[in-house]
């Protein structure tokens, strides 16, 4: 039997629990929604040699996924409810590097500060290495301008006019498997709605459209500021709810995280 908890973060949703075999069986066969308890993703918290605490992850269709904003948030409660870590200011370690997060106890939310955006792709995500972020790229009978980051992940950010955002559905799944980008790539069509608020909805590699990508929040925050489209400080309106990015010095991710159920399941 595995012990395990389930969370969301904007209805990004996840199941949590520690060391197990065949992790990645595991998360395919728990995060199905009609024959296993139904997430995003999987988390397994575990110790660190070089963090306070290490966390894993496996999208829903078993493969590795280096980072995730708001399975993070929600990573954070989970080992603060379980006395796996007691501070609320600490470090963990993953894929993607060390990651620094912070419970603020008086409004319940958790920010997590994501590495630094890498704006010229060197990686074996994409096919042309050195490839620029700006590119043009023509799907399903449209053409648009597509910018590419990894931001512990690798995303897509696609701007597209305002209301428009269902057009872009074919689009968005098409150049999630471009050849460009043989590992698939996360696609986040954004709306720019004021000087401090975009609409974002993303297509994840892995597990489909979600209510809610924290990296893609940030992805899409960044590129946008970047462009000279937002302020620093941007409101990330995503189909689970709102998430605030802040792309001062760096890129701050900050949201709720809300524990769903605790229970007990089969092993794999």
């Known amino acids: 039997?595995?012990?395990?908890?389930?969370?969301?973060?904007?209805?990004?949703?996840?199941i949590f629990t520690q060391m197990v075999p065949y992790p990645?069986?595991?998360a395919i066969l728990?995060?199905?929604?009609?024959?296993?308890?139904?997430?995003?993703?999987?988390?397994?918290?575990?110790?660190?040699?070089?963090?306070?605490?290490?966390?894993d992850y496996w999208n829903s269709d078993g493969s590795v996924a280096p980072m995730c904003g708001n399975g993070m948030?929600?990573?954070?409660?989970?080992?603060?409810?379980?006395?796996?870590v007691q501070e609320h200011v600490f470090d963990v370690e993953t894929k993607a590097g060390i990651i620094h997060v912070e419970y603020h106890q008086h409004s319940d939310l958790v920010s997590?500060?994501?590495?630094?955006?890498?704006?010229?792709?060197?990686?074996?995500?994409?096919?042309?290495?050195?490839?620029?972020?700006h590119i043009e790229i023509e799907l399903q009978s449209k053409k648009k301008a597509v910018s590419?980051?990894?931001?512990?992940?690798?995303?897509?950010?696609?701007?597209?006019?305002?209301?428009k955002t269902l057009e872009y559905v074919e689009f968005a799944e098409a150049l999630g498997k471009h050849p460009a980008f043989p590992k698939q790539i996360n696609v986040n069509i954004v709306e720019v709605q004021s000087n401090n608020s975009i609409l974002v909805t993303t297509y994840?590699?892995?597990?489909?459209?979600?209510?809610?990508?924290?990296?893609?929040?940030?992805?899409s925050a960044f590129q946008a500021f970047k462009d000279g489209l937002v302020s620093p400080s941007v409101n990330v309106l995503v189909p689970g709810g709102t998430l605030h990015v802040g792309v001062h010095e760096s890129i701050v991710l900050t949201g709720e995280a809300t524990w769903i159920a605790s229970g007990v399941t089969n092993d794999v």
């Not at 728990?30 to 306070?52: E, K, Q, V, W, Y």
Request: charged letters at 15%.
């Open 30 to 55: 728990l995060c199905d929604r009609h024959f296993g308890i139904g997430a995003d993703g999987l988390m397994i918290a575990s110790p660190s040699t070089i963090a306070r605490i290490k966390m």
């Open 73 to 84: 948030r929600c990573f954070v409660k989970y080992v603060l409810k379980n006395n796996i």
């Open 148 to 163: 590419a980051l990894f931001l512990g992940t690798l995303h897509a950010v696609v701007f597209v006019e305002s209301g």
């Open 1 to 14: 039997m595995i012990s395990f908890e389930k969370y969301h973060g904007t209805g990004n949703d996840f």
């Open 24 to 26: 990645s069986q595991l």
């Open 112 to 133: 997590v500060t994501m590495t630094d955006p890498i704006m010229v792709l060197q990686t074996p995500d994409v096919k042309h290495p050195g490839m620029f972020q």
């Open 204 to 219: 994840e590699r892995g597990a489909g459209w979600t209510k809610s990508c924290g990296t893609g929040a940030c992805a």
